[in-house]
């Protein structure tokens, strides 16, 4: 079990990869069933509150919005593009682009 | 069916359902962000609406928006990249649902021209944090990107209106932390799964940014794909290929 729960702490970065996985082919049916096992229960956002967390962690900074508020937003938008937490951030520094 | 006020011709939008003049206040309890026209849905035919319509369609498109107007009385789906959120009529009300990250989906009960308050929930379980002032009267349906910052609606006119809501008044009034114990709980408490209990924290921390923005720099951390992520996956099986080699010894 504990390469799936590392798995699970890998969430962001876990899912794509392991649809990628399941597309590319599996060695045996066995990790088939388990990585299709994982995945139904990671894309339940419920499932991981740590990404529950960092999310509303994002909406809390973009409440904020001040100067140091959107460096830490730019420092996350830096990050793995896979990753929902860097997604997240992208999406509040195009929110707080200047559109009208 | 409803006709231009300018050039008497059908269909209306409520731009000219109302003589011209949007109705100020009416569109949504917080701040109005504009109304844009649904990809799928007719522009009102008047000349000053289409460039109206066509100027919110630019910021529609700059917001990374897609909706699709419901029927009247229907449905309607509202995308945004691989999120959606659908609604329709089920036991004479208008539920509504949303998949993926949409934090935050607006609902009202069928009763047209009726109460003018939609139940806000947090998508992810369904609880709701509290009610909002019902954008417009023949408005069916509202959901909002994940930060549940701005509230779309869809109009059985063709037009959908986007406005930013802020949270319910008990949540805003959420004390702020004293000392960072006080602020490292509000923390822990911003990854509860019950979106309504979670709610105040967010308030308490967006009002503490002295005590948020240092709590915040220090657990969040731009997110770095683990090299060793291809070997977890690919030892998925061998856990149990392992114990069925020893099984077959015995």
């Not at chain 2, 701040?31 to 990809?39: F, L």
């Not at chain 2, 979106?195 to 731009?222: D, F, N, T, Y």
Request: overall charge positive; hydrophobic content about 40%; some cysteine.
């Amino acid at each position: 079990m504990p390469r799936r729960a590392n798995l699970t702490a890998m969430a962001h970065f876990a899912i794509p990869a392991m649809r990628d996985t399941l597309k590319k082919g599996v060695s045996s049916v066995e990790q088939r069933r388990r990585i299709e096992d994982l995945l139904a229960r990671l894309e339940d956002p419920v499932a991981i509150p740590s990404c529950l967390r960092e999310l509303r962690a994002i909406e809390v900074l973009e409440r904020i919005d001040s100067a140091e508020a959107r460096k830490i937003v730019e420092s996350l938008a830096a990050g793995d593009e896979i990753a929902m937490v860097t997604r997240e951030a992208r999406l509040v520094l195009a929110r707080w682009e200047p559109k009208y | 069916m409803r006709f231009c006020r300018r050039s008497g011709e059908a269909p209306a939008c409520n731009r000219c359902f109302n003589n011209g003049k949007a109705r100020s206040g009416a569109r949504t309890s917080a701040q109005s962000a504009g109304s844009i026209e649904a990809p799928s849905g007719l522009p009102c035919a008047c000349r000053a609406c289409r460039l109206g319509i066509g100027a919110r369609r630019q910021r529609h498109l700059a917001a990374e928006w897609a909706l699709q107007v419901p029927e009247e009385n229907g449905g309607v789906v509202a995308a945004r990249g691989q999120r959606f959120a659908v609604g329709g009529e089920v036991q004479g009300a208008n539920r509504a649902g949303a998949a993926n990250w949409h934090r935050m989906l607006a609902s009202w009960p069928f009763i047209p021209r009726g109460k003018r308050t939609c139940a806000i929930h947090e998508t992810a379980n369904g609880p709701t944090p509290g009610p909002v002032r019902r954008p417009q009267r023949d408005s069916l349906l509202g959901t909002s990107p994940p930060t549940a910052k701005t509230l779309a609606t869809g109009c059985d006119d063709t037009t959908v209106s986007s406005g930013t809501w802020s949270a319910h008044s008990a949540a805003r009034l959420a004390l702020p932390p004293r000392t960072d114990a006080e602020a490292d709980k509000l923390w822990q408490a911003l990854g509860n799964p019950d979106g309504a209990s979670m709610e105040p924290a967010l308030w308490a921390l967006v009002r503490a940014p002295e005590r948020a923005l240092p709590l915040l720099k220090q657990r969040l951390q731009a997110a770095r794909s683990p090299e060793r992520l291809q070997a977890l996956i690919g030892q998925l099986d061998r856990a149990i290929s392992r114990s069925r080699c020893r099984g077959a010894r015995i």
